[in-house]
């Protein structure tokens, strides 16, 4: 069987990553239109980095959890597995699941805003770093920001619209194009959430409640 699955924030919320919405999360700290977006970037690339960098850190001190073990589990078995994240944390990657397409791009990886060389990150990036191909101080986290185009979007629809099951995990299900991926299904479709997202009308199935239990459950009916 074919499997198209994306994940959100919730999926990592439990390995101690917040989410958009947490109340004491990194993001409420900052104005998105600061740290998330190009011309964020531009006016204070300082304020940037340092917002990256405190991410990253939080980032390393995490661990994969069951979800994160069970889709990788999932992927190793008979079934023909295409992981899509909106997250930027490499946790699935550390549960063990291969070539992980990351729409809107990875924290530890860097990019350079000049020449679109990219190469991995140090713990901390600064604004005067020089981009290794270019030479360029404009370096910045291959992150998608809002305003711009989440990477490999055609071949993620493809894997979505081919897949005989689509499976949307810890996802609010607000944020575009992500939320509406389910549109593109052709097979069945399942929604996996602390509760229902913003889009549960448009699934067929659902099972709420933690990742860390659902997830597993869900992937050992598969195998």
């Not at 958009?20 to 531009?42: E, I, S």
């Not at 791009?105 to 020089?130: F, I, Q, T």
């Amino acid at each position: 069987m074919r499997i198209a699955i994306l994940t959100g924030a919730g999926i990592s919320a439990e390995s101690g990553l917040g989410t958009f919405r947490d109340q004491d999360g990194l993001w409420t700290k900052y104005d998105l239109n600061d740290v998330a977006t190009p011309q964020g970037f531009a006016r204070n690339p300082r304020l940037v980095h340092d917002f990256y960098n405190a991410r990253r850190a939080n980032c390393v001190q995490a661990a994969p959890n069951a979800a994160h073990q069970a889709l990788a589990d999932l992927a190793s078995g008979p079934h023909d597995v295409t992981l899509i994240t909106q997250n930027v944390d490499d946790l699935h990657e550390r549960a063990g699941s291969p070539a992980v397409v990351h729409m809107h791009g990875e924290l530890m990886r860097a990019v350079c805003a000049s020449c679109d060389a990219r190469w991995d990150a140090p713990l901390e990036m600064d604004p005067k770093d020089p981009c290794p191909a270019c030479h360029v101080q404009t370096t910045r986290p291959d992150i998608v920001w809002f305003g711009e185009m989440p990477y490999m979007m055609d071949d993620i629809a493809q894997a979505v619209t081919a897949a005989d099951l689509f499976v949307a995990i810890g996802t609010s299900a607000e944020v575009y194009p992500a939320a509406g991926l389910v549109e593109l299904a052709r097979g069945d479709t399942l929604e996996i959430n602390l509760e229902p997202s913003a889009r549960a009308n448009a699934f067929e199935n659902h099972r709420f409640g933690l990742a860390t239990d659902i997830v597993p459950a869900w992937v050992a009916e598969l195998r």
